[in-house]
């Protein structure tokens, strides 16, 4: 009844995002629980109502806590790329693999590190408002805190802080928490928003729309889903 119920939810998403006409719609992660053809058919069926764009990212339930050659393989088959750039209207949204930053993978790891600083060089270069797109948080409430099942490594996580603000983003995007997080490190927004499965938060279901224009600072409201969702 959870599956049925998670699918009747997604599609309301779906159905008040395009009453809403966003020009694209970034999905951070983890949008199936089980990585199985049912479950990533039911996913397509469903997000490919969408009237506009939409982009996602892999997240541990994508790919595995431990994603291996074979877990990427899949992934990449079913859903495309999970690194990539999407250029629009003088913004440019870096989708990337947290997973691959959360449990590396030989080779996988560092081709995606290699590809990450020539797309922010070639962001920054052409005077694009950056965005980065991924699943996991970098941190949930501080920047130096100690690694834990919801955060990157600390290692990594202060590499990429250091490579996000030289290349100064703008905001990072992200999924995973199941409940509101908001950080900022010094000019860099992170949100970390509500999901429309669970929360853990009691927030109800929803998502976010970002407001993005150039030299404006980007901002963000949330959006409930209607309740109770359709079942059609």
């Known amino acids: 009844s959870e599956y049925e119920q998670d699918k009747a939810s997604f599609r309301q998403a779906v159905r ?7 020009e694209l719609v970034v999905i951070c992660g983890d949008m199936v629980n089980n990585a199985d053809e049912r479950s990533y058919t039911d996913f397509k069926a469903i997000a490919n109502g969408l009237s506009m764009p939409y982009y996602c990212v892999p997240g541990n339930h994508d790919v595995g806590n431990e994603p291996t050659t074979a877990s990427l393989q899949t992934y990449r088959q079913r859903l495309g790329r999970d ?14 693999n947290t997973q691959l ?12 590190d290699i590809w990450l600083k020539e ?28 690694d834990e ?15 996000f603000e ?15 997080t908001l950080n900022q490190y010094n000019t860099i927004q992170i949100v970390n928003g509500e999901a429309t499965s ?26 409930a889903l209607d309740q109770p969702a359709s079942q059609n």
């Open 16 to 22: 008040q995002i395009n009453a809403l006409r966003p």
């Open 83 to 96: 690194y990539f750039v999407v250029e629009h209207k003088g913004a440019a949204f870096i989708f990337v």
């Open 101 to 112: 930053w959360k449990n590396p993978v030989e080779g996988e790891t560092q081709k995606q």
């Open 119 to 146: 797309s922010l060089k070639a962001a920054w270069a052409k005077g694009q408002q950056i965005f980065v797109v991924g699943h996991y948080p970098l941190f949930c409430k501080q920047a130096d805190e100690p």
């Open 149 to 163: 099942y919801m955060n990157l490594p600390k290692e990594k996580r202060a590499e990429l802080l250091t490579l």
């Open 166 to 180: 030289h290349y100064k983003v703008a905001a990072i995007l992200g999924g995973h928490t199941h409940k509101l």
């Open 198 to 223: 669970r929360n853990l938060d009691n927030r109800p279901l929803g998502f976010r729309v970002w407001q993005v224009q150039e030299q404006v600072i980007p901002r963000h409201e949330f959006v």
